[in-house]
Structure formats: C-alpha cells, structure tokens
C-alpha cells in the first residue's frame, strides 16, 4: 500500500475536524464501525459531499485500500481499544481517533510503500 493513500485519508478526515460539523462523532462510533469493518463507508454516509473517499472505496489506483486499512484499523483496536487516552491522548472525539490510528499505521509501516 502507498502511504499517500493514508496521507490523502489524513487530510480529509482533518478537514472534516476542523469544519466543526463532525465532532459528535465519538470513540464508540468509531469501534462500532471498526468492529464492522467500514469505517470508511461510516465516514462517508455520515459527512456526505464533506468528503471524497471515492479514490479509496470506488477506485483500485491504490489496489484494495478498504480491505487492507479496516484490516490494520482492527488489529490495531484489537490490541488497543480502550486505551485511547492513555496512548493517544484522545478521549472525546472519534474523528482524532480516526485521525491517530490512520497516522499509527503509517509509523508501524506495515505492507507500506514509501
């Protein structure tokens, strides 16, 4: 997997942050949605035209980026889950979870392309 696939999700989940519009979306939202395995496809139903994952769910220019970050999302809640604060420092919102385990992935480099 390329990394700018992930630092393309970074920028979009970070501008959906900062509209402000998102911030009831919570820590247990996210698990739900990792536990589903969609937390992309929960992403977008929920900010609608906010965001354009089209390149990650609708396109294969990054092979099957769904398949391979709902699998490194859900080892890394498996490991983790409920730890947020203490590794993160996140608490509230479950956009800057999203936020953080998207960036953890890319520190653990796993099947990354750089």
Known sequence: MKVSALTLLILHVNSLIDSGK???ISIDDIHQAI???????????RAGADIDLSIH?????Y???ESYYES???SIYG?????????????NSGLCLVLA??????QQGQGLEW
Do not use: C, H, P
């Open 79 to 91: 490991g983790y889950a409920g730890q947020e604060r203490r590794k993160w420092g996140i608490e």
């Open 35 to 45: 536990e589903g395995r969609r937390v992309l496809r929960f992403l977008k139903e």
């Open 101 to 106: 385990w998207t960036n953890e992935i890319i």
């Open 22 to 24: 998102y911030a009831d």
């Open 63 to 65: 092979g099957d980026f």
């Open 57 to 61: 769910l609708e396109s294969n220019a």
């Open 72 to 74: 490194q999302l859900e």
